[in-house]
């Protein structure tokens, strides 16, 4: 019987991720919000989101031009990157449901008046982005090279819309001195919508470094659908954000 030889895959994509999401993520949030540094923030952003990007091409790229063999390794490690995620949101809203349960009054002293048509917009915008990737799909499995790329820029587009929504509320809670530091609530609030946020954000950067080949005529099946079912779960998990969060 001839052995097989061991083959290792290398890619230099996955560290230039988490370079990209250590500007984008952790410093430009604490930039602005802790150390209310305008400058630095949009530095790390400046630094953080085209880095992000390339990492995410990059990869995206190499799978590509990958063999076929790899959609069996996507069926099995897509489930245990969504269960990873699920586990970690589960250990947040944990946290914001025992400080709910026990705090006599709620939202604490200092929280001013939150928008609820800001959030319901920002449901409307994301559940719509979930029937455009699905029709992006639907077109791709057709074999309408053109109608995809549409479908999936207006996906974009709507995710990029929902991540305007987001800054926009944030700079006018700031501006009322509604700060991470103000209550255990604000605390919560930014921890919990801004990591939401930063699963959009990443959702955008994969659907643009899929888009890039596209516009080319170079699309993998596997790499768009498993940015689906991404995508489909960062809507999902919105619900839980709007609905605890926000409405109760």
């Known amino acids: ?16 991720i988490a370079v990209g999401l250590l500007f984008t993520v952790p410093l430009a949030f604490a930039s602005y919000f802790q150390y ?3 400058g630095m923030a949009t530095a790390c952003l400046g630094i953080g989101v085209p880095v992000l990007l390339a990492g995410i091409s990059g990869w995206i790229n190499e799978g590509i031009g990958a063999n076929e063999w790899q959609f069996g390794y996507s069926k099995v490690g897509l489930p245990i990157f969504i269960t990873s995620e699920v586990l970690i949101f589960l250990g947040l809203f944990s946290s914001y449901w025992g400080l709910r349960l026990l705090s006599d009054t709620w939202p604490p002293a200092g929280t001013p008046h939150i928008n609820l048509v800001i959030p ?8 719509s982005s979930s029937v455009t990737i699905h029709f992006a799909e639907e077109k791709l499995d057709a074999g309408d090279a053109g109608g995809f790329r549409s479908w999936l820029m207006t ?3 709507l995710g990029i819309i929902f991540l305007g929504f987001t800054a926009y509320e944030y700079n006018h809670l700031l501006h009322q001195g509604f700060g991470t530091s103000t209550n255990i609530y604000s605390s919560a609030f930014y921890s919990i919508t801004g990591f939401h ?3 959009v954000l990443v959702g955008v950067c994969v659907f643009i470094a899929v888009l890039i ?11 768009v659908k498993c940015a689906s079912v991404y995508w489909h779960f960062v809507d999902i998990i919105w619900f839980f954000v709007v609905t605890q969060v926000y409405f109760w």
Request: aromatic share 6%; proline share 5%; no cysteine.
């Open 36 to 38: 209310e540094s305008i």
């Open 155 to 157: 996906t974009i587009g």
């Open 197 to 199: 946020a930063a699963h």
């Open 120 to 127: 319901v917009l920002m449901t409307i915008v994301l559940v």
């Open 213 to 223: 080949p596209a516009l080319g005529g170079r699309v993998n099946d596997t790499f």
């Open 1 to 16: 019987m001839q052995a097989h030889e061991h083959h290792w895959e290398t890619s230099w994509a996955p560290i230039v």
